[in-house]
């Protein structure tokens, strides 16, 4: 079994509040938002982060960014928003499962 929050989320045994969902990519609120919309996006494949992105991941992290910009419109950020991707212990990753921050008040 395995030991990663995200991977458990992905797997449904810790609950979360999910916004989107598709065969690649799962998208629920941020369980301490830090605006009023606060929102992640997660590759359903086990990725780290950043450090272990190939060249093979270029097509995931393309569908990441635009349905983050397409969930971030749906949730009322059209005047914009932040995005954020924290990488390792010198990026302050909390949860090591390559994961896109989307928040930003309406
Ligand atoms: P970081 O790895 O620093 O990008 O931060 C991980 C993020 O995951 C933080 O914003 C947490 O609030 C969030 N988080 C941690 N546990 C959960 C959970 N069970 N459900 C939703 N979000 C979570
Ligand atoms: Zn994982």
Request: hydrophobic residues 40%; proline residues 3%.
């Given at each position: 079994?395995?030991?990663?929050?995200?991977?458990?989320?992905?797997?449904?045994?810790?609950?979360?509040?999910?916004?989107?969902?598709?065969?690649?990519?799962?998208?629920?609120n941020?369980?301490?938002?830090?605006?009023?919309?606060?929102?992640?996006?997660?590759?359903?494949?086990?990725?780290?982060?950043?450090?272990?992105?190939?060249?093979?991941?270029?097509?995931?992290?393309?569908?990441?960014?635009?349905?983050?910009?397409?969930l971030?419109?749906?949730?009322?950020?059209?005047?914009?928003?932040?995005?954020?991707?924290?990488?390792?212990?010198?990026?302050?990753?909390?949860?090591?499962?390559?994961?896109?921050?989307?928040?930003?008040?309406?």
């Amino acid at each position: 079994m395995t030991e990663c929050l995200f991977c458990k989320i992905i797997e449904k045994t810790i609950p979360s509040t999910i916004i989107y969902e598709d065969s690649e990519i799962l998208v629920f609120n941020d369980i301490k938002p830090c605006a009023e919309v606060h929102f992640l996006l997660i590759p359903k494949r086990h990725i780290t982060n950043m450090l272990q992105l190939t060249e093979s991941d270029a097509e995931l992290m393309g569908l990441l960014m635009l349905k983050a910009n397409q969930l971030a419109i749906a949730q009322g950020l059209g005047n914009g928003y932040k995005t954020l991707i924290n990488t390792g212990v010198n990026g302050g990753q909390e949860v090591y499962h390559l994961h896109v921050h989307v928040f930003g008040n309406k």
